[in-house]
């Protein structure tokens, strides 16, 4: 059965409230076009789990996030992000502060359908106090270690890129790293994958061997061609981050007002940078 | 090779490598270019077992040739397994270690939001954690960071035993000197003075109360082959 379905049929599927997961790391293989779509739309109150780049700014910087999920926001080249930044100094944003591998065993938890995983971080630090929905667990075996209990990061949809697709929604990623996309999709009620190409089935392992294939169809509700969809991150091998672009980004944002207002127009509208 | 002095970056980066002098099969992962200069100097020399990274999802020797595959989901179970020593930067730092990259002032509305805790929790509690300070200042030795993303020792205690288990922090290099914690109460000593760097001019720059013995030691010289390496391999 196909999937395929447009950047914007993908997001009309979304309703205001949501929790939805963002795949890609800082300013790498984020979704992009995705993100576009949704700010296109008219979704907001959104709940945003990712670990965050531009996907973070664009979205906070139209009002759109609610609460955000997340361990850091950078556009990696360009350590802070000016966006995010700006909403955190300004309060407009409620933050859900984890470390990096909170958030990666909350979405492990949500994938597997329990309701935490425990783990040796937090303990000690200021994430136990600036995020007071931490509990802790005592281990019932041997030692009693405390450990944080990490709530599992459920979520509603998940809206991940990769280099490659087919119609049914099987994923490949051709690049050094999977980052936590698979399990973004595996942890969300519904999942969109975009991709730079959908091929035929028999074409995905023309180009890699079958450990590319990252996200299975089964997790998968909707297939989203779009060429440099992730663009102006990252999506190696197929493009490098866009660095002229980034930096434009960046200083718009820096900026504010209308020059923000003129990069978002041209950014957002066009299908196609 | 040319014989000009030794600079205070290059004592910097064999500072850098000196922190993981005998760390054995581990992986060192350094974040910034003199701590990163300072991993592939100590494999090139006295640590030849350290596993380095490329500083995304490989695995390479001193001269980049990729020998393993290390994306972040088995990086995260490196630092867990304690197989890694890392060296953080801090943007403040107190006198047991606490270490902040979060933001600056209060956490519910900060006046200058920084990059966000990442992995200091989880680094700090289950692997060696050394620091690297470029610009040595009262500015980031602060009397209380704003916000403990990597935990200090005070901080690890009263967590508890789970806390303080794998907790290790190692040293601290900046641009003046090396600093450990290898005191009674685990506050922050004078390990050594970069050459050129005095007592009075790291106190200064400290905004906490600094241990040290009668006598602080200089920062060792490169070798001849080290500093050879440091010119015309490193950089």
């Not at chain 1, 459920?154 to 399990?183: E, I, T």
């Not at chain 1, 730079?196 to 590319?212: F, N, Y």
């Not at chain 2, 060192?28 to 200069?37: C, D, E, K, L, N």
């Not at chain 2, 994306?71 to 490196?78: D, E, G, K």
């Amino acid at each position: 059965m196909s999937k395929i379905m447009t950047p914007d049929e993908a997001v009309g599927r979304l309703r205001s409230g949501m929790t939805v997961g963002i795949g890609g790391w800082g300013s790498r293989r984020k979704p992009m076009a995705l993100v576009r779509a949704l700010l296109r739309s008219g979704v907001t109150d959104l709940t945003v789990v990712s670990y965050g780049g531009p996907d973070v700014g664009l979205l906070a910087a139209a009002g759109r996030i609610r609460r955000l999920v997340t361990a850091f926001v950078t556009l990696d080249s360009i350590p802070l992000e000016p966006h995010f930044r700006a909403a955190r100094e300004s309060g407009s944003l409620e933050l859900t502060e984890l470390d990096e591998a909170m958030m990666m065993w909350g979405l492990t938890a949500a994938a597997h359908r329990l309701p935490f995983m425990p783990i040796r971080a937090g303990l000690g630090s200021d994430v136990m106090r600036v995020n007071p929905g931490l509990r802790t667990v005592t281990s019932p075996y041997e030692n009693r270690e405390e450990l944080v209990a990490v709530p599992a990061l459920r979520l509603d949809a998940a809206l991940v890129h990769l280099n490659r697709a087919d119609a049914r929604g099987n994923g490949q990623y051709l690049g050094p790293d999977p980052y936590f996309d698979d399990l973004f999709c595996e942890a969300a009620d519904t999942a969109y994958v975009s991709c730079e190409r959908i091929v035929d089935t028999a074409e995905l392992l023309k180009a890699a061997a079958p450990q590319s294939l990252l996200v299975k169809r089964q997790y998968v509700t909707g297939v989203v061609e779009a060429p440099h969809g992730a663009h102006f991150t990252s999506c190696a091998p197929d493009y490098d981050r866009d660095e002229d672009l980034q930096r434009a980004y960046a200083d718009a944002a820096a900026a504010g007002g209308e020059a923000w207002r003129d990069f978002a127009h041209r950014y957002v509208t066009q299908e196609q940078p | 090779m040319t014989t000009t002095a030794v600079t205070r970056t290059e004592y910097c980066v064999v500072a850098c490598a000196e922190a993981w002098r005998g760390d054995g099969e581990i992986l060192a992962s350094p974040m910034g270019p003199v701590p990163s200069a300072g991993a592939r100097l100590a494999r090139l020399t006295f640590a030849p077992d350290l596993l380095l990274t490329d500083g995304e999802a490989l695995l390479i020797d001193a001269y980049g040739e990729v020998e393993g595959w290390l994306p972040y989901r088995q990086h995260l179970a490196m630092v867990a397994g304690g197989r890694r020593h890392v060296m953080m930067g801090a943007s403040q730092l107190d006198r047991h270690g606490n270490q902040n990259i979060s933001c600056v002032g209060d956490w519910a509305r900060p006046t200058r939001q920084l990059l966000g805790v990442r992995g200091a929790p989880v680094n700090t509690l289950n692997n060696p954690t050394s620091y690297w300070v470029p610009r040595h200042s009262r500015r980031v030795f602060v009397e209380r960071v704003d916000m403990v993303c990597g935990v200090g020792y005070d901080r690890a205690a009263e967590a508890g035993p789970s806390a303080s288990r794998f907790h290790d922090i190692r040293r601290v290099v900046s641009d003046l000197g090396v600093f450990d914690f290898d005191t009674p109460d685990r506050g922050m000593r004078v390990r050594s003075l970069h050459p050129g760097v005095t007592l009075d001019e790291v106190r200064a720059a400290t905004a906490f109360e600094l241990a040290a013995a009668d006598e602080v030691p200089y920062t060792r010289d490169p070798t001849p082959e080290e500093l050879r390496l440091i010119r015309e391999v490193l950089t």
